[in-house]
Antibody, heavy 116, light 107 residues
């Protein structure tokens, strides 16, 4: 059974950096799947942030690309998201997800609030 | 970006009703279209991938069709556990994009 779990601070100060990790169990981060981050807000709905392959290849949403970095740690079987220069508009529930047959496995989601 | 437009944004229906949700892409996404169900406080769950393929474990009352720009999700006989929000999502080209959602409520 594949399981994804997000972890990271739930509160980030404006202009700071949001950092989240997604730990994968039941599948190898080195499999043929792409590993994704998606966020959700009441106002903008579901927004795809980007994806990473185990070799380090990435695709980012152009709307966030200048502020996003994703990385993979094969030894820990996890992948990570960094989003810099955050504002209140980055307050959202952040999900990690595996792209298989659609986004077939998701983490439970973690609420990140940007506030001083 | 490929824009995904769902309709209706919400609907009220009764148990046993047949429900249809539509999704339109701003340009062709071929058959790279997925449907999700989301309940409050939970992550989305994939129901249909590649436009019409039922995900393992999803009840057969869910079906979908379409290709190119126009897609449909149908629930043949609504069950109490089906009251939720449904999203379409294109995986044809990055940035992947989602529809705005259709909330299915109890009449």
């Amino acid at each position: 059974q594949v399981h994804l779990q997000e972890s990271g601070p739930g509160l980030v100060k404006p202009s700071g950096t949001l950092s989240l990790t997604c730990t994968v169990s039941g599948d190898s981060i080195s499999s043929t799947n792409w590993w994704n981050w998606v966020r959700q807000t009441p106002g903008k709905g579901l927004e795809w942030i980007g994806e990473i392959f185990h070799g380090g290849n990435t695709n980012y949403n152009p709307s966030l690309e200048s502020r996003v970095t994703m990385s993979v740690d094969k030894s820990m079987n996890h992948f990570s998201l960094e989003l810099t220069s955050v504002t209140a508009a980055d307050t959202a529930v952040y999900f990690c997800a595996r792209l298989g047959r659609g986004f077939d496995y998701w983490g439970q989601g973690t609420l990140v609030t940007v506030s001083s | 970006d490929i824009q995904m437009t769902q309709s209706p944004s919400s609907l009220s229906a009764s148990v046993g009703d047949r429900v249809t949700i539509t999704c339109r892409a701003s340009q062709s996404v071929s058959s790279s279209l997925n449907w999700y169900q989301q309940k409050p406080g939970k992550a989305p769950k994939v129901l249909i991938y590649a436009a019409s393929s039922l995900q393992t474990g999803v009840p057969s009352r869910f079906s979908a069709s379409g290709s190119g720009t126009d897609f449909t999700l149908t629930i043949s006989a609504l069950q109490p556990e089906d009251f939720a929000t449904y999203f379409c999502q294109q995986s044809y080209r990055t940035p992947f994009t989602f529809g705005g959602g259709t909330r299915v409520e109890i009449k």
